[in-house]
Structure formats: C-alpha cells, structure tokens
C-alpha cells in the first residue's frame, strides 16, 4: 500500500486547489494546502485524481473493499462495484472484476473486457498487460501491439521499451516489432519518462539511461523511481531517499525512508512513523502520521 501511495499521492482541482490524502484511523480522505478536510477519512484506500477522478474504496480494508469513482467533493461517479483500484490515463481507467483485469470508460461501462491477470494505466495510447503470466502490450481497442511472451516489461516509450525474456535473462530494449535497438542489457529497467529510464547494472546500482541504453547519469544509486516533473527519486546506500536532477545532482537531500514522484509539483516522503508532502525546495507542506 506504501508504494501506491507515495506514486499515487497528490491531486489537482479544476480551479486549481491541490488536494492531499491523509489518513485518520486506518481511514483516508483528502485535506486542502492548509490541512482543512476537503473530503472527510471514509475510504479504505484511496489513489490520487486523475482526470477528475479518484479511484475510492469502500470496506473493512483496502484488500476486502469494493472500489469505485469519487469527484472532488467526495461524490459517486461510479458505485464501488470493481475488486481493486485503478487509475483513470488516457480516458480509460484499469479495473478489476471477478479476478480479471480490464479497462472502463468514465461511465464505468467496460470499453476493455475483463481478460487479464493483471494491467497498468494507458500512457500515451499503450498499456502493460500480463496474460497467462506474461506481460504485452495492447492499444486502447484492446489489441496486443507487443504479444504476450515477457516475464517482465516496461512502459512504451517513443516506440520503445524494455523486456525481460524470462526470470534468469537480463533487460533488453526492443521496438514494438519486437527488433532489439540497443546491444546493452540491464539487470532491471523502469518505466521510461523524459527520455530517460532507470536502469540497474551488473554491480545492482542504478543509474539512468536513454532509449539506445546509453548512460546518461552513470549507475551509482542503490535504488531509484523514474523522472517526473524534471527530478526523481533515487536511494543514496541502501539507506536514505532523495532527488536528483537531470544531471545527477541531488537537489533535495537524502532524508526520507521512502520517495515518491512529483506530481503537480508535489511529492509525498515517508519518514520514520510519518508522511510528508513536500514541494521542489524540499520544503514541507504538510505532514500526518502513518
């Protein structure tokens, strides 16, 4: 649940007005800038809005809930009636019924019908899917564009991305043909953002590359997130949580336990018993305990 969070954690209004998540009694709702309760802590889970939208959770915990669609005033678009939450990208959200995976329209009707074991949000016009325990890639009608044969697989990116063929092969960069286009391999590889992938080497390090597998910040990290919003969240040692800039430079501190990506230039960091909004400064905005 930590990681959906700090990825999923911040949300802008129509009029401009950030909403964040908090949590009261195992409960989340949302707070405004100045820690005023916009949407009262009814929900088992929560993500973040996207697309006017935010994915809701309505039960004893996040793992029994039922999960539907709240606007910015906490009212249904759509009736808790999905098994897990998702995400609104591309106009469509990814969700879950009867154990399957697929993909519903702001009416809540199903444009993607329940096949898959598991799928990702569309991120320009492609998403992550896993059939019969392998990943591909489909198109907003619901077509493998890159079939299902991959124990692993990053996000499309300018027609590209990364595969892993099976649990003991390492990372390589394909087309949407499946053509390799880079001769480098990778013990991991994320998601590509800004051109730029993170990317573990032979010594577990990471460090980011480009879409031919070149090193653009050499590998000296023990853990990072992709770029959002110009910085990503990188591990300094097996230890503490910072972020750097394209160049590499850390910009805000290695502090945090925990890092999660900016997002209308917010970025939610867990620290000791805490979580804390934060701004590109690293200035606190808001803080609440776990």
Not at 265 to 281: D, R
Request: charged share 20%; proline share 3%; hydrophobic share 40%.
């Amino acid at each position: 649940m930590i990681i959906l969070c700090l990825c999923c954690a911040v949300t802008l209004h129509a009029q401009e007005q950030q909403l964040f998540w908090f949590i009261t009694n195992h409960k989340m709702g949302f707070k405004d800038k100045q820690g005023n309760t916009v949407i009262r802590p009814a929900y088992a889970y929560t993500e973040s809005f996207s697309e006017g939208l935010a994915c809701a959770g309505i039960g004893v915990n996040m793992e029994n809930a039922l999960y539907g669609f709240i606007d910015e005033k906490g009212e249904w678009i759509i009736k808790p009636q999905f098994n897990s939450p998702g995400t609104f990208s591309d106009g469509l959200a990814n969700e879950m019924s009867n154990g399957y995976w697929g993909y519903i329209d702001k009416t809540g009707s199903w444009v993607i019908q329940p096949r898959f074991h598991l799928c990702y949000p569309f991120v320009n016009g492609y998403a992550e899917v896993n059939k019969n325990n392998k990943w591909g890639i489909i198109d907003k009608k619901g077509s493998f564009v890159v079939q299902p044969a991959y124990y692993d697989i990053t996000n499309v990116y300018n027609g590209i991305l990364a595969v892993k063929s099976d649990l003991k092969s390492k990372w390589e960069l394909i087309d949407l043909k499946g053509k390799k286009v880079s001769v480098h391999t990778f013990t991991k590889v994320k998601d590509f953002n800004a051109g730029m992938a993170p990317a573990r080497d032979d010594s577990d390090n990471y460090g980011f590359i480009n879409v031919k597998g070149e090193w653009l910040i050499k590998p000296k990290f023990t853990g990072a997130e992709p770029f959002s919003e110009g910085l990503a969240a990188v591990e300094i040692d097996n230890d503490n949580w910072g972020f750097i800039d394209k160049a590499g430079k850390l910009v805000i501190p290695a502090t945090f336990s925990a890092a999660g990506r900016f997002k209308n230039g917010v970025a939610l960091v867990e620290l000791a018993t805490e979580y804390i909004y934060i701004n590109k400064k690293g200035e606190e905005i808001l803080r609440f305990s776990k």
